[in-house]
């Protein structure tokens, strides 16, 4: 528990861990925009579920 308490080995392959889940979901996200932007959707309508439903 001592490198839990520190920083040690173990936080740290938790926090690599955590940049490659991180890194992976941006250029998810990336691709996902990047292909409805060239099929000229409305950027604001991008990431929301029903652009139609008021908020």
């Keep these: 528990m001592a490198g839990l308490a520190r920083g040690g080995a173990p936080a740290r392959h938790r ?3 955590l940049a490659a889940d991180v890194k992976g979901t941006a250029g998810a996200v ?3 925009t990047l292909s409805r932007l060239q099929r000229v959707e ?14």
Excluded: H, K, S
């Excluded at 409305?42 to 908020?55: A, F, L, M, N, S």
């Design 15 to 17: 926090l690599q861990a």
């Design 30 to 32: 990336w691709a996902n």
């Design 42 to 55: 409305p950027w604001y309508e991008i990431g929301v579920d029903d652009p139609d439903r008021r908020r």
